[in-house]
């Protein structure tokens, strides 16, 4: 008779290597932290999952195929990933800004919005949380696997990440956008009329919105965040 939990083991660590043991040790160690029988099943679901994805072949996995090893629905994956995020994943916030940067290198271009594909669950609540504070509308209702932003809302998301990754005020970043606009207004002239009539970034936002995403870019390539992923997918 075939053993299959043996073999879901195999699959899930297809080689003898240190990930076994750290995944093991994890599990001892994060069980008994509040006592022996303490934890309930779903604390415990939690554990296990969070050493498959730091230790496991499941961390290269996406949350179908994931959804197929472990005989869950993708949707139970997801929670899961969402749980292990907040109370098992330490990430820096510069790590989420480059990770975010990283995945608009596969977003697209739809006229006045740009679509990006889901990521990182703990990178998603971070980036959510930072256009809730700057008040910015998150056009998800489409596709809940799909980031999508207006082409102001994206450079306001810009500007956000930009102070951030630079430890900097969001208003410095606002007046030297709009110096170098100026600076370079005949660049730009053919994309937006009036350059040398905007009086502050919010003038200058409400220029942006009437305009397609593809005209708008060049106009703040002084943005480390739109340089590094806007440009290469505009071409």
């Not at 197929?68 to 993708?74: A, D, G």
């Not at 290198?105 to 990521?119: F, G, M």
């Not at 009437?210 to 739109?226: A, C, D, E, P």
Request: aromatic share 8%; net charge neutral; with cysteine.
């Amino acid at each position: 008779m075939k053993n299959t939990n043996h073999s879901l083991f195999d699959e899930l660590f297809p080689s003898y290597n240190d990930q076994r043991d750290k995944a093991f040790r994890f599990i001892i160690e994060e069980t008994l932290k509040s006592g022996f029988g303490v934890m309930n099943k779903s604390e415990m679901d939690l554990i296990i999952f969070a050493a498959l994805i730091e230790h496991s072949v499941a961390k290269d996995q996406s949350d179908y195929e994931m959804a197929l090893l472990l005989k869950v629905t993708p949707q139970r994956i997801r929670s899961l990933k969402e749980k292990y995020s907040v109370k098992y994943q330490k990430l820096r916030e510069e790590d989420m800004v480059n990770e975010f940067i990283e995945m608009c290198k596969s977003a697209k271009i739809d006229e006045k919005y740009v679509d990006i594909p889901e990521y990182n669950v703990a990178t998603k609540n971070f980036i959510e949380n930072i256009l809730h504070k700057e008040k910015i509308l998150l056009h998800s209702q489409l596709n809940s696997r799909i980031f999508r932003l207006r082409t102001d809302d994206l450079i306001l998301l810009c500007v956000a990440l930009e102070a951030l990754l630079k430890d900097t005020d969001s208003e410095e970043i606002k007046r030297n956008i709009i110096t170098h606009i100026k600076n370079n207004q005949k660049n730009y002239n053919a994309t937006m009329e009036g350059i040398d009539k905007i009086s502050d970034f919010k003038d200058l936002m409400g220029k942006v919105k009437s305009l397609k995403i593809v005209g708008v870019i060049s106009m703040f390539s002084n943005l480390t965040t739109i340089g590094g992923f806007i440009l290469p997918f505009v071409g």
